[in-house]
């Protein structure tokens, strides 16, 4: 994802969730897209967006779509993946086991409590959209965390896998997908 160009194929996939957001800024930033339903639908993708949504919703369609095993063979393949909220929550501990770090569901409260507030990233302020967002309470080694609001981390790396608690999709701001 960091050199997205005309040749770029990234999957977002698409069980649930908010997956239109996110296919916008790609395009937008020149990338070819593929939502992704099945295991053949991973197929030849530079790369990956795990969206957000309804994690419990997203891994039972993981699960009746036999996409477990695929997804874990595409991320272990060191190919890029970007996730946002309910997509960083299907990555921890507790779900695919895929980034070592543990989340807290719902962690600012019910849907009223959603909310919009600046992120320290990158040496500059993101806008942060928070909806319903989890909190990210424990990071594991080899997780850096590369995005935080106050004190808490709101984005972490590790290797190839980018994870936000917020939606970089959802702001007229493309540089975390760029
Ligand atoms: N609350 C959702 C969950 O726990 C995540 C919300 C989101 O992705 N915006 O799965």
């Known amino acids: 994802l960091v050199t997205v160009g005309g040749s770029r194929l990234v999957g977002v996939l698409a069980l649930q969730g908010g997956v239109a957001a996110h296919v916008r800024h790609?395009?937008?930033?020149?990338?070819?897209?593929?939502?992704?339903?099945?295991?053949?639908d991973l197929a030849g993708l530079d790369g990956l967006v795990l969206p957000g949504?309804?994690?419990?919703?997203?891994?039972l369609g993981i699960d009746r779509?036999?996409?477990?095993?695929?997804?874990?063979?595409?991320?272990?393949?060191?190919?890029?993946?970007?996730?946002?909220?309910?997509?960083?929550?299907?990555?921890d501990d507790d779900?695919?086991?895929?980034?070592?770090?543990?989340?807290?569901?719902?962690?600012?409260?019910?849907?009223?409590?959603?909310?919009e507030g600046g992120v320290s990233w990158s040496g500059t302020t993101f806008p942060?959209?928070?909806i319903r967002?989890?909190?990210?309470?424990?990071?594991?080694?080899?997780?850096?965390?590369?995005?935080?609001r106050g004190e808490e981390p709101a984005g972490v790396r590790s290797g190839a896998i980018t994870a936000y608690t917020f939606h970089p999709e959802l702001t007229a701001d493309e540089r975390i997908h760029r």
């Open 133 to 148: 967002a989890p909190k990210i309470t424990r990071v594991g080694d080899g997780v850096n965390v590369i995005a935080a």
């Open 65 to 91: 779509e036999g996409l477990t095993e695929p997804i874990r063979e595409f991320v272990s393949g060191g190919q890029p993946v970007l996730a946002t909220c309910a997509g960083t929550i299907i990555l």
């Open 95 to 115: 779900h695919l086991g895929l980034l070592d770090i543990s989340c807290e569901r719902n962690a600012y409260g019910a849907q009223t409590r959603s909310f």
């Open 53 to 59: 949504g309804e994690s419990t919703t997203m891994m």
């Open 26 to 40: 790609l395009r937008t930033l020149g990338a070819e897209t593929r939502e992704v339903r099945t295991p053949a």
């Open 128 to 130: 942060g959209v928070f």
